[in-house]
């Protein structure tokens, strides 16, 4: 029973296995990863480039030509591959360069005299070439943040452009040689305006669905936040951050070290993304819920034909330590007090060392087990009967199955970004550390 108290904060600290704290947790993501978000972001951000451009009014031989605000857009041709990635290494820098088509309307009149037509054009580009430089930092608050440094369009020659006009119009061939200069000269620097604007809004708007603070449940919070900007290696990007759980009037981290820095990448794993994170994060769970009073546990039961009721609280903080050799483990010291149909207020002590079997389930969340526990020092206060003695092994089986429902039930879900699944993830747990491995796709 001792035990599911047990296994009740370190399921807390997993929560933290999102992230981790100080140098605690370490993210790596390959960048075939980075470049199945950018083809996913990619035909987000061109759905919303989406401007006016200024109207014109131009006389020639006699007759007026009046362009009204054309409008533009990325055209439903717009294919993410279109798009290409570069990572520029040893730095926080993306290079991003593609082709892209581009169509328009626009409300042309032609007068001559005292002749006057208004029609639709319809107007398209089906080349345009750009290119941009975007830099990765974090906020002061710790969260990440992308900032285009750049975004040029490459100039559109008018007899790039088609225009298509409806019925009647006057001059339609001199119409059309307005228009293409008018479009031609005015769209590549508003474009590179508007995608540089849309590009940032759609980035930040998915990395600002990373959660800075996450409800854990009684009274405890989870913090988590970058502490230093992204950076690529050849072949990933890396970043670290600072992550505890905490009790939610109380937000300063713990102030010790992890007893082992996580390291930042795995090349033998072929999985695309990992996760990295210290006990130390465990461990911060592990005081913040007994400073809070939450590890508990209640269990009524009968044993035929006896009743039991039992409350059993930590006596002390729980000590938890992640080893490659032994796996997730975890000892506390308990206080029970018991009720039985023959004794009253029975009051006992016991040591509960237990082994945490640590998964990814379907709904991609993780979650603690007990695999194996020992109670050990079991002391009573006063005599119990024996039929309880006899018993207090499949009292605390009992116990341990009420938890592990609680945990599966529950779940901590992995750090995901808004339209990021995460498939096949594997958990290994290390020396100091517990690793989460993953191949993402992007919705």
């Known amino acids: 029973m001792t035990r599911s ?7 807390l600290s997993l929560f933290s296995l999102q992230l981790c704290t100080s140098p605690s947790l370490k993210i790596a993501m390959r960048n075939k990863s980075i470049i199945a978000l950018k083809d996913a972001l990619a035909p987000k951000v ?3 480039v989406n401007f006016a451009l200024p109207g014109v009014q131009v006389s020639h031989s006699g007759i007026m030509f009046r362009v009204e605000e054309p409008t533009v857009r990325i055209g439903s041709s717009f ?9 520029m290494p040893y730095s926080s820098t ?6 892209i088509g581009m169509v328009g309307t626009a409300n042309v009149t032609t007068i001559m005299g005292y002749l006057s037509k208004t029609t639709e054009a319809a107007i398209s580009v089906n080349d345009v070439k750009f290119e941009a430089q975007i830099a990765l930092s974090n906020t002061t608050e710790g969260r990440l943040r992308v900032t285009v440094e750049f975004v040029n369009v490459e100039a559109i020659l008018a007899s790039q452009v088609t225009v298509k006009f409806g019925r009647d119009v006057l001059k339609p061939d001199l119409a059309a040689q307005i228009v293409r200069g008018h479009f031609a000269s005015k769209v590549p620097n508003l474009l590179s305006s508007d995608l540089s604007a849309k590009l940032a809004s759609v980035v930040n708007s998915v990395l600002a669905t990373f959660p800075l603070e996450s409800d854990v449940g009684g009274g405890l919070s989870l913090r988590a936040q970058f502490n230093a900007y992204p950076y690529f290696n050849p072949g990933y990007l890396r970043s670290t951050l600072v992550s505890y759980i905490h009790k939610n009037e109380k937000s300063g981290p713990p102030p010790y070290e992890p007893r082992v820095v996580p390291p930042e990448f795995d090349n033998a794993n072929p999985k695309l993304i990992q996760f990295f994170m210290s006990e130390l994060v465990a461990i911060s769970g592990a005081e913040a819920a007994f400073e809070a009073k939450t590890l508990k546990i209640k269990l009524d039961h009968i044993l035929s034909p006896h009743k039991v009721s039992m409350t059993c609280r930590a006596n002390a903080v729980p000590l938890v330590e992640f080893s490659s050799k032994t796996g997730a483990k975890a000892s506390l010291p308990v206080g029970c007090v018991v009720f039985t149909d023959s004794a009253v207020g029975i009051n006992m002590s016991v040591d509960l060392v237990a082994t945490l079997n640590v998964e990814v389930d379907d709904d991609e969340k993780v979650v603690f087990t007990v695999q194996n526990a020992k109670l050990s020092k079991l002391t009573y206060n006063e005599q119990p009967p024996e039929w309880f003695k006899d018993e207090i092994v499949t009292v605390a089986q009992l116990a341990i199955r009420e938890v592990n429902r609680e945990l599966t039930t529950r779940g901590i879900p992995l750090p995901v970004m808004e339209g990021m699944v995460l498939n096949e993830a594997e958990v290994t747990v290390n020396d100091g550390y517990v690793e989460v491995c993953a191949d993402p796709t992007f919705k």
């Open 5 to 11: 108290t047990l296994v009740f904060f370190v399921v």
């Open 46 to 48: 061109a759905s919303k």
């Open 79 to 87: 294919r993410s591959a279109q798009v290409e990635v570069n990572f």
């Open 94 to 99: 993306i290079r991003v360069s593609g082709r």
